[in-house]
């Protein structure tokens, strides 16, 4: 322990140390042998695994590991081609499909992924939206993000756009106005902020009354998860969250993010999951915004005193 400088590493190495020794090792070849869809994550494990103790010492960059070059190439596969990954983007094709398949005839859904990442969710809802998507807000913090989606989804130049988003704070804050999205979408990126119900209140602010949130979610961790994103600071970066505490990992159950998300201004939320131990640890969960009274809306209005500036300008518009 006393050679773990990074605050991150010295709680991975926590959660390490909490675990029973393997009984029986299996080697990378028969676990693909056993279900080929399972290479990606497999080809990951083996690159991180054995670096695992110079990465916790400070002799070997985490950050090489996961994106060697600087490339996000090596962990496309994981969130794109990898059985639970492809599963699970399937399923929230269905779920965004359900909320097109309610729309009335003309209807148009403005749509923001936050998170967007590489863009895996995106290239397996994007053509569920063609037809019927005025919008789609494509953000991130990372502005690398940002360059390397342009062209890749230059097909569906008329309705995309590419902002930078920090779901963190609050999002009128960042120039969106409130309330300007039917759709949210996200992609195992909000367990990775500090406080959850903090973040899940900015989700909010974005929706409209009546709005859905879609969720792919991871719902509990294991090994493989701990020792390759959990090389990462961002997966502890829920340590000082009340709502996690003495967790081993930023994950909540699916009857945690019921609780929150009630509390958080949703009316009601719908879980989505496959069957046996690999994919029951992930889950689609869809929430709805609740519909507001108007005389709750008149109510905000009447609190203090209001200042219109800049016209339909950004400070306007905020």
Known sequence: PSSVAAWHHRLLLRWCAQQPPCAAPVAPSAVVDAHAGLRPLVDLAERCGPRLGAVLRGAAS???????GGSMEALLPVYEEAAVSRFYNDALVAAVESVVAALPPGRLLCVIEVGAGTGGTAASVLPSLELSCARYTFTDVSEVFLRQAEPRFARFARFMQYELLNIDADPRLQGFAAAQFDVAVATNV???TPFIRNTLRNCRRLLCDGGFLLLNELLRTNGF????????????MFASDPE???????????????????ASGFASSHCMRGDGYVLEAQAIIVSQV??????????????????FSGGLGGLGLL
């Not at 998860?225 to 502890?236: E, H, R, S, V, Y």
């Not at 930023?250 to 609780?259: C, G, M, V």
Request: aromatic share 12%.
């Open 62 to 68: 985490y950050q090489e590991l996961l994106f060697p």
């Open 290 to 307: 609740g519909e507001r009274s108007p005389g709750a809306r008149r109510a905000e209005l009447d609190r203090g005193t209001h200042l």
């Open 190 to 192: 909000l367990h990775a």
């Open 225 to 236: 998860l701990q020792t390759t994103f959990g090389l990462t600071d961002g997966w502890w």
């Open 244 to 262: 996690r505490t003495n967790q081993p990992s930023p994950l909540l159950s699916w009857e945690h993010w019921r609780q929150i998300l009630a």
